[in-house]
């Protein structure tokens, strides 16, 4: 007999009550967002006998949380302390945060394998002595304010996030009006332009908004935001929001939905949630410092990390009666995902990539193609032009270990713009291993911005990346995030020093000089021929980076004493093409060949014109699939 997919709270909770074994004390079976929590007076017990737990998750086809029952729970004092006796001092406890929503205490170790005793021993008996359900996860070296701020609000407000998830649960199992046998696509954003990203699906029954970002480079809000005051989009009836990564051109919107009400989830992964508040912060006191419109307030920021339902990768959650969602590595930056959607009862497959990288990088492992199904494939073709084709990976660095050399050599310094979140990373990496193995020069490498910050927030997620250098991290502690080679400039006034200093390599950002502590050292280096000015990654049209990689060789800025100056720009202007975290466009055809199974369609995006309609050409031809390059706020019907 064929199961039914959709089955009510009744029928879920009779299944789980004839099934399970009886005297464990079960108190409350309920929605916990989109997975199913039971509350037991005997955790143990179901945690001991986990197969028991996965025969009726497969049954009633729902992923199943095992809760302590709140009544049984040691108070939290007493807790910590019966924890810090079970786990060996050698583990190197630095944190434990208990949240009473869930009945989960987070403990953060050093060394996370002695925390976690031969086989998971420790866990057990933390379980049975507390009743509490231990997380053990790797202290970061570089401890996170963003990661602490976070847990210290979810925990703060657990009444709140448990009413959160009931509700979302309850809407996700409802009942469907109708069986679902239409899907469509609308591009309210990020269509034929890179910025603003937000995609919507709707089916019969739901509909779910991809990504919402902004335009960082835009001044205009009418192409600064996306375009959600459209017909389609009706806050009242979103089921979900996933964002795929932390860049704002992807995630920047994002709290605006919660300041005009909406209550929904927003779904995404650990690493991106911790990334995009603190991009998200950081956009509003730019914005501020600027004296511009904030198009929301911090408080609609803490309202979507309250929001946030993160899931890990391969993970299928129901996030509609009608649509399941995976997230698959996208090998853009720490915890970017593709987004894997089945909806209906096998009607249709979406996989959206956001940003992704199907390629080499040091820093994370390139984007998953291999998916159950696929039918439609939504990509992003940033560089997507026939001459986007970047040499390889190791001319890249070489080239790079060039021009650094020679501005050494020179007596200059060579300044990189860089954003905090991403090529920041992948470029500290390459300079330390150069400077180690004697192929650039060992000179200081002054890092500021929010680049620190984001370095912390790397170290707590060491599994999302790369083999190696989770290694490095883990196992070997050759952090080299933690290299002697790096100097992390806290204050401005430490800049003064650095422009009268010696040969030195200075990280700083934004990445496309549209703000950040990279336009001051730009304003007092670019006048001596002997610096360079070296960009590695994507300038968006319009951005001061852009002009000046154009060739714009004097520049009005504000100097310190506020008063505009011109300055000209003496310092050599150089690019090195191939660090980026996007697909080349070899990368980008490469894919289309090897995702498995090879879609229908192919719909391309969050790309200039020209480049999104030549790779759209190319595809069709190449392949001979329908492939199309929609404008904003185009729908397209995929079922
Ligand atoms: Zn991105």
Redesign the pocket.
Known sequence: MQRRIEKPYEEIRNCILENIPSGIGITRIEYEGPRIAIYTKKPEVLLGQSYVVADIAGMIKKRIVVRADPSVRLPEEEAERRIKEIIPKEAGISAIFFDPATGEVTIEAKKPSLALGKEGANVQEIIKATRWSPKIVKASPIPSKTITQIRHYMCSMSRERERIMREVGEAVFRTPVVETKNVRVTFLGGSMEVGRSAILVQTDESSVLLDCGVNPASTNPRDGFPRLNVPEFDLDRLDAVVIT?A?L??SGFLPFLYKYGYDGPVYCSMPTLSLMTLLQLDYLQVLESEGRVTPYSKADIRDAVLHAITLRFNEVTDIAPDIRLTLHNAG??LG?SIVHLHIGRGLHNIVYT??FKFGYTRLLRPAASTFPRVETLIMESTYGAPEDVMPPRRSVEEEFARVVNQTLKDGGKVLIPVPAV?RAQEIMVVLDEYMRRGEIAEVPVYVEGMIEEANGIHMAYPTYLSQELKNKILYEDQNPFESEYFVFVKQPDQRFEIVEGGPCVILATSGMMVGGPVLDYFRQLAPDKRNTLLFVTYQVNGSLGRRIQSGLRQVSMVNSEGRVEVVDVNMRVETVEGFT??SDRAQLINYVRKISPTPRRVVLCHGEPRKCLNMAMTISRMMKLTCRAPSNLESIRLV
């Open positions: 990564h860049h051109d992807h853009h930056i970017s956001g940003d991403g975290g996007h």
